[in-house]
């Protein structure tokens, strides 16, 4: 039993395991959340921040989990951060491909870049939370940017 609670971990840890892709893990996570995301959209913004909330705890304690089946802080396998950051990304923006594109590019960016305070986050917090915690940042501030576009109506 305790064999298959960790192969559950491990499944939604690294996004239906494509955390293991030999090339780019965290892109390849990013683009399961594009999936998710187009599960879960809703036009509802109450409905789906009430989503997103429900994901957070969930997928750091998840995550926190992996990190200990797996015996390492961070592991580039876990990739729900990355599709729970990507979620995060298309908050209160319109369901159309230019925002989709624009939200994998721009949240991948601050993924990768890790501004303040995902930097200090990431150096940090060696857990669960500090592996989902970054990638919620760097979710706000692609959000934001694309929030910028919305704004200017491209």
Known sequence: ?????????LFIATGAFSGYSPFFPGTIGTLVGIGIYLVIYTSDPLTYVV?????????ALISDK????LLENDSKHIVI????????????????????VLGFFFFRL????????????????KNGW???LDDLVAGVYANLVLQG????KL
Not at 51 to 59: E, G, N, R
Not at 111 to 123: L, R, W, Y
Request: charge should be positive; hydrophobic fraction near 60%.
């Open 1 to 9: 039993m305790q064999s298959l609670f960790k192969r559950i971990i």
């Open 51 to 59: 989503i997103l909330v429900i994901l957070f705890i969930p997928s």
């Open 66 to 69: 992996a990190e200990k089946i």
């Open 81 to 100: 951060d990355e599709i729970f950051g990507f979620l995060v990304t298309m908050t209160f923006l319109p369901n159309r491909l230019l925002y989709i």
């Open 110 to 125: 601050f993924d990768i870049i890790k501004i303040f305070p995902a930097n200090i986050i990431d150096k940090k917090i």
């Open 130 to 132: 500090g592996v989902v």
């Open 149 to 152: 576009v919305l704004f200017l």
